[in-house]
């Protein structure tokens, strides 16, 4: 008697939207952490309009790179430090991979110090309980729920970015002079406008970014039915590609329109009444409810912890993604904790350490400026190693970069790259 198989099950359509927005969405909402709200607070209290010309300036060269992170993913089936470890110097990919974790950890110290800060000035308490208490949520989450659970979690707390649009339209901004900003800007040489322009970039183009999109792109490929690393199916190619492109362009295009949107806010306001330094995304926070009104200051300081709580998980997770690969653990959200002990001890323990800067008399909360600042230099390396290793076919096969792809990469490795020697030229001549 012949069996007839049933058919095959209907995958869903990979048309809609939401289906497409994987890791360049989270990747790209989580770029505008309370450490870039900090940052881009300041650039708009200091400078006014004068620097959202950065936002416009680093799009392509954001997404270029992303994208070249995406693709190193899902081609060799392995992140950025498992490539590292396998195709470069032990002394290449420890250095890489220890600058990646002393600029996560201070990162994720700010952030918590931000998000406790913010809940305080909301509904007043004991800011260093809220620190903790949003570092265990966060490790939680990150450690034991189920990785497709909590990918939808992260998407729907990229909707928090939108607080920082409400506040632009609720103060009076006159949208004129910012597009003359914008097109015709007053540059400087001045040492703390470099420093500026090198905090923007380095919030923006952030070597954690890099890691956690990689690593992405290769957990949503093992979590894919019928899905593996392009050098051994390229078949799947053309729609693994179009996906990535659609998926990173998209979600730049979020992080870089949020972050004009604080400028913009902070320049209307704070600058605007001479309030003109920002330490930290709470004490904009605090200023706006004295310039701004109650509601803009609870938007704002709201918008802190929604967007604390989407990026705590991705600097822990790519801190944990480079140790792991570069140690040969099982490393992976999917992955039961049993299965990768290693793997999130270490997001539990830099979650840990970050919590633990806020109690020392070193103020992590005060590091968030020059946490940006640190992301800049570190990620000059990074991205030179990256650009080396996407272009070599040992590595990529016949999915090396296009020309254009590439051109834009070492554009914005160079860019980089002189931005950092401008600022150290202009502080220690």
């Given at each position: 008697?012949?069996?007839i198989?049933?058919?095959?099950?209907?995958?869903p359509?990979q048309?809609k939207?939401?289906q497409?927005?994987?890791p360049?969405?989270?990747?790209?909402?989580s770029?505008?952490?309370?450490s870039?709200?900090?940052?881009?607070?300041?650039?708009?209290?200091q400078?006014?309009?004068?620097?959202?010309?950065?936002?416009?300036?680093?799009?392509?060269?954001?997404?270029?790179?992303?994208e070249?992170?995406?693709?190193?993913g899902?081609?060799?089936?392995?992140g950025i430090?498992?490539?590292?470890?396998?195709?470069y110097p032990v002394?290449?990919?420890?250095?890489i991979?220890?600058l990646l974790?002393?600029?996560?950890i201070?990162?994720?110290?700010?952030?918590?110090?931000a998000?406790?800060?913010?809940?305080?000035?909301?509904?007043?308490g004991?800011d260093?309980?809220?620190?903790c208490?949003f570092g265990?949520l966060s490790a939680?989450?990150?450690?034991?729920?189920?990785?497709?659970?909590?990918?939808?979690?992260l998407?729907?707390?990229?909707l928090?970015?939108?607080?920082?649009?409400?506040c632009?339209?609720?103060?009076?901004?006159?949208?004129?002079e910012?597009?003359?900003?914008v097109?015709w800007?007053?540059?400087s040489?001045k040492?703390d406008?470099?420093?500026?322009?090198?905090?923007?970039?380095?919030?923006?183009i952030?070597?954690y970014?890099?890691?956690?999109?990689a690593e992405?792109?290769?957990?949503?490929?093992k979590?894919?039915?019928?899905a593996?690393?392009?050098i051994?199916?390229?078949?799947?190619a053309?729609?693994?590609?179009?996906r990535?492109?659609i998926?990173?362009?998209?979600?730049m295009?979020?992080?870089?329109?949020?972050a004009f949107?604080?400028?913009v806010?902070?320049?209307a306001t704070?600058?605007?009444?001479?309030?003109?330094?920002?330490?930290?995304?709470?004490?904009?926070?605090e200023?706006?409810?004295?310039?701004?009104?109650?509601?803009?200051f609870?938007?704002f300081?709201a918008?802190?912890?929604g967007t604390?709580?989407?990026?705590l998980p991705?600097?822990s997770g790519?801190?944990?993604?480079?140790?792991g690969?570069?140690?040969s653990?099982?490393v992976g959200?999917?992955?039961?904790?049993y299965?990768a002990k290693?793997?999130?001890?270490?997001?539990?323990?830099?979650t840990?350490?970050?919590?633990?800067?806020n109690f020392?008399?070193?103020?992590?909360v005060?590091a968030?400026?020059?946490s940006a600042?640190?992301?800049?230099?570190?990620?000059v390396?990074?991205?030179?190693?990256?650009?080396?290793l996407s272009?070599?076919?040992?590595i990529?096969?016949?999915?090396?970069?296009?020309r254009?792809?590439?051109?834009?990469?070492?554009?914005?490795t160079?860019?980089?790259?002189a931005t950092?020697?401008?600022?150290?030229?202009?502080?220690?001549?």
């Amino acid at each position: 008697m012949n069996i007839i198989p049933p058919p095959p099950a209907k995958q869903p359509k990979q048309s809609k939207l939401i289906q497409v927005m994987g890791p360049g969405l989270i990747t790209g909402a989580s770029d505008d952490d309370p450490s870039g709200i900090a940052t881009y607070s300041q650039v708009g209290a200091q400078f006014g309009y004068n620097l959202a010309w950065t936002l416009l300036f680093s799009f392509p060269l954001m997404t270029a790179i992303q994208e070249i992170s995406a693709r190193i993913g899902r081609v060799t089936g392995f992140g950025i430090a498992g490539n590292l470890r396998r195709h470069y110097p032990v002394w290449l990919s420890s250095g890489i991979v220890s600058l990646l974790l002393l600029a996560n950890i201070i990162n994720l110290g700010a952030d918590l110090g931000a998000m406790g800060a913010a809940l305080k000035l909301l509904i007043s308490g004991p800011d260093l309980f809220y620190v903790c208490l949003f570092g265990l949520l966060s490790a939680a989450l990150e450690i034991f729920t189920r990785y497709a659970r909590y990918v939808k979690i992260l998407k729907w707390l990229c909707l928090s970015l939108f607080s920082y649009v409400i506040c632009a339209f609720v103060v009076t901004v006159p949208w004129t002079e910012v597009g003359w900003a914008v097109i015709w800007p007053q540059l400087s040489g001045k040492p703390d406008y470099l420093m500026a322009v090198v905090a923007v970039l380095g919030t923006t183009i952030s070597p954690y970014l890099f890691f956690w999109q990689a690593e992405q792109e290769v957990e949503d490929e093992k979590e894919m039915p019928g899905a593996r690393p392009l050098i051994r199916a390229p078949e799947q190619a053309s729609s693994a590609f179009a996906r990535i492109r659609i998926d990173t362009y998209l979600g730049m295009a979020l992080s870089n329109v949020i972050a004009f949107f604080i400028v913009v806010t902070t320049a209307a306001t704070l600058h605007a009444n001479g309030i003109n330094n920002i330490q930290t995304s709470a004490d904009a926070a605090e200023a706006l409810r004295a310039v701004a009104g109650r509601f803009t200051f609870v938007v704002f300081a709201a918008g802190i912890i929604g967007t604390g709580l989407l990026t705590l998980p991705v600097l822990s997770g790519s801190a944990a993604y480079a140790l792991g690969e570069l140690f040969s653990w099982h490393v992976g959200l999917a992955r039961r904790p049993y299965r990768a002990k290693a793997f999130y001890a270490v997001i539990a323990t830099a979650t840990a350490i970050g919590v633990g800067l806020n109690f020392t008399a070193i103020d992590p909360v005060k590091a968030l400026y020059w946490s940006a600042v640190l992301n800049g230099i570190v990620a000059v390396p990074v991205m030179m190693t990256m650009m080396s290793l996407s272009m070599r076919s040992a590595i990529m096969g016949k999915f090396t970069l296009p020309r254009l792809l590439q051109a834009v990469g070492w554009v914005a490795t160079i860019v980089m790259a002189a931005t950092v020697a401008a600022m150290a030229i202009a502080w220690f001549p």
